[in-house]
């Protein structure tokens, strides 16, 4: 069950006053019914010594930057052990410190390895600032962004090297990776949300940073962009957003390790543990994406969702003029009070498949925009250029509802095996280069026998 403290409380308060009454009792019904069942199971060291061996099949050396300013003792030190404790031995660590006295400076003494580079910068000049003057002293072909009060899995570097190498062994030239990712509390104890992403999904990215940590990204790159002072606080996605911008048309530069390899500390003055001591980390976060958005020349306005940290993007023009690479878009049927069709997997799975409809889902997937490798047919609308591909697909003349560009389901002979013909069209979209958005807004209640 969720967990009742101090810090929930303060977020109910502060979500109560965004988005009323109604909205906080789904949220606090809808958070007390999940179950802490995570549990962190670090790397064995047998697992650690067998890396250790084979450290040397691998040619990836990381540059680790990490801007400092007055870390707490025990935080900089569990950081900096972190680090020294990878299985995977190419690295240099980059600390940046903007501390106006020498608290930090006297810890990283202790630490006499000639890979740990310490840095004394002259003034405190933000967090984008102080990273920049990190990454003008990156030396090493990847730079790793680890925040000071943070800590790696002591294989993160590891499983980085061996992506690459594998990728590489593909023909293929990764530039930007991520890894999984979970929380911890402030004495390092307790381990709990853990973050299991997904592989590359631009829409989702728009809607939130579900990249975030641990990222590394070629250093050629990270440091052509740079990272931009008036994005301070979102600093991270906004270099995210810019780089993926860079990559769009080769996605396969973009690598994801589906493995937790970085732990975010949580204590009172974190993002993560209390939302609002940050707030104007939220704005520059919308800022960043309305950047993206502008720069790509798309219409569309980025708005803030009732979720902290979370947006949407509003189209001021049918999102088939906006946006050529999306030929179809899928909405969220309920039957019952409970998502009943949607998004689905590539297995044929339904992504929310029973969670109610005033429900949010885990880390709000469910209320978040996202590409999709199939939805539901039954609620879809279909690019002009690719209703022949929806006809060939799905076997099935492609006829609109009056006045609207929305599938007429009522037409789908009642013998369909709907799963597997939206399965279908979702793959001949993916061959044909087009991607399918899943809206959770574009909403419909459907009856048990599965018609509007």
């Not at 190498?165 to 990712?181: F, I, P």
Request: with cysteine; hydrophobic share 35%.
């Amino acid at each position: 069950m969720g967990r009742i403290n101090g810090s929930n409380l303060k977020k109910a308060f502060w979500y109560l006053r965004r988005n009323g009454f109604k909205n906080t009792c789904y949220a606090i019904c809808e958070r007390l019914g999940e179950r802490e069942s995570y549990v962190y199971s670090s790397v064995n060291s047998e697992t650690l010594r067998r890396q250790r061996e084979r450290a040397e099949e691998y040619s990836a050396r990381f540059s680790i930057v990490v801007p400092a300013y007055r870390t707490r003792e025990p935080y900089l030190r569990a950081m900096l052990d972190s680090v020294q404790n990878q299985s995977y031995p190419k690295w240099e660590l980059i600390l940046a410190d903007a501390t106006e006295d020498d608290s930090v400076a006297r810890v990283v003494k202790d630490y006499r390895d000639e890979r740990v580079r310490y840095v004394r910068l002259l003034q405190n000049r933000g967090i984008s600032e102080n990273t920049n003057q990190a990454l003008g002293l990156v030396r090493f072909p990847y730079t790793a962004l680890l925040d000071h009060d943070d800590v790696l899995s002591p294989d993160a570097l590891f499983e980085m090297a061996q992506k690459i190498a594998e990728e590489e062994n593909r023909g293929r030239k990764v530039k930007l990776l991520y890894s999984d990712e979970d929380k911890c509390d402030g004495e390092q104890t307790r381990y709990f949300e853990p973050n299991q992403k997904e592989d590359f999904n631009l829409d989702l990215l728009l809607s939130n940073n579900y990249i975030c940590h641990f990222l590394v990204m070629e250093s050629r790159l990270i440091k052509e962009l740079g990272f931009r002072k008036e994005y301070d606080g979102a600093q991270d996605f906004d270099l995210v957003l810019r780089a993926v911008g860079r990559l769009l048309g080769d996605e396969s530069q973009i690598a994801h390790i589906p493995k937790v390899l970085y732990h975010w500390r949580c204590h009172e003055a974190s993002t993560a543990q209390n939302p609002r001591s940050k707030q104007y980390a939220y704005e520059a976060g919308q800022r960043a994406v309305q950047d993206f958005v502008d720069c790509q020349g798309w219409q569309a306005r980025a708005v803030h969702l009732k979720h902290l940290g979370f947006y949407d993007l509003e189209y001021q023009a049918p999102i088939f003029q906006v946006r050529k690479d999306v030929g179809a878009v899928g909405g969220k049927l309920i039957s019952r009070g409970r998502i009943a069709g949607g998004r689905l997997l590539e297995d044929g799975r339904l992504l929310y498949e029973g969670l109610p409809a005033a429900y949010s889902g885990r880390l709000n997937g469910a209320c978040l925009q996202q590409d999709a490798y199939g939805v539901d047919i039954r609620l879809i609308q279909v690019r002009k250029e690719c209703r022949e591909l929806f006809e060939q697909a799905v076997g099935v003349p492609y006829v609109s509802l009056p006045g609207e560009e929305t599938f007429d389901a009522s037409t789908l002979p009642g013998d369909i095996d709907i799963p597997r013909a939206s399965l279908a069209f979702g793959r001949a979209m993916k061959e044909a280069g087009f991607r399918i958005l899943w809206q959770p807004s574009f909403c419909r209640k459907i009856r048990e026998a599965g018609k509007e």
